[in-house]
């Protein structure tokens, strides 16, 4: 007969065994927490995706924003959860450009977290002013000729058009003058007045004002040429491959939740971004579906945050902790 030491010590170590068996499937509902406020580009990806990760997963999706001090309350809440992974955290650019401006606080976060799966990518347009630059060799002249005169906006310090923006003005060996916007709607506002310049934005939100000319579209950060813009060459084709400017997507957990349980979270979100219907929907959104699973993404995370890292200390970019 097995004595009472032993039957303790069984009933202790059963939760972790059936956490770690092939076949995972969550016990209550699972969370997928967002650290930005309602309304933002990440929500579209979770409302897409919802049903067929429920359904694959055999329990209700939960979708939690919780904004503030640049994601770290939200990262703070999913590595405060427990590790069996039934709290998910999406996370963009700024996880990576954080590990830089942010050390005190998230500098630690690429060991804290493991990546399941890069789900998209949104390309930025260099926009400037209807009565700006028209093409990237005027954009070019005008950089290099009024330097420190030349303004540029984003929707804030150390977002990705931000460092984006920067990037770019020292690969064409320009200088111009950072005015950080608390998001993007009065950027495009002033823009279009020709009260800053340029501004790198994501292709969603400015083909109207492309289509109504009160924008001109100089040069699009993807791969190949946008088919909302086709006639806007990729900065690879005007000669800047190396600019890294986007706005990516991705879904990571705590690194000690058991490795069959991320790998049933990664399968169902490749699953989810692999159908048909979920596609189209984000495709005709702006969205580019990269699905990467977790290994590729973490190379990426890496490339970020080492670039990230040279442009922020080479602009000299600092934020409050």
Known sequence: MLDRRSLLLGALAAPTAVLAQPGWKPSRPVRQIIPFAAGTSMDPIARAVQASLESSLGQPLIVENIAGAATVIAGNEVLKSPADGQTMFMIANSFAANVTLRPGRTGTWPRAFAPLVQIAIVPHVL??????????????????????????GS?????????????????????A???PYN???????????????FALSNLPDIIQFVAEKRLNAIAVSAAQRAPELPNVQTFAEVGVPEVLSDSWFGIVVRRDVPQPV????????????????????????G????????????KVIDRYIATYATIIKEADITVQQ
Not at 130 to 152: I, Y
Not at 169 to 175: K, N
Not at 184 to 193: A, C, E, K, P, Y
């Open 177 to 179: 003058v950072h005015a």
């Open 262 to 285: 991320r790998d049933t979270l990664e399968k169902a979100w490749l699953d989810a971004l692999a159908r048909p219907d979920v596609r189209k929907l984000l495709g005709d959104l």
């Open 287 to 298: 969205y580019t579906i990269l699905a990467r699973p977790g290994a590729e993404f973490e």
């Open 127 to 152: 926009v400037t002013p209807p009565d700006g630059p028209k093409t990237w060799e005027e954009f070019v002249q005008r950089l290099k000729d009024k330097g420190r005169q030349m303004t540029f």
């Open 183 to 197: 998001g993007t709607s009065q950027l495009l506002l002033d823009l279009t007045s020709g009260r800053i310049d």
């Open 155 to 175: 929707p804030g310090i150390g977002t990705s058009p931000h460092l984006g923006s920067e990037h770019l003005v020292r690969l064409v060996g320009g200088a």
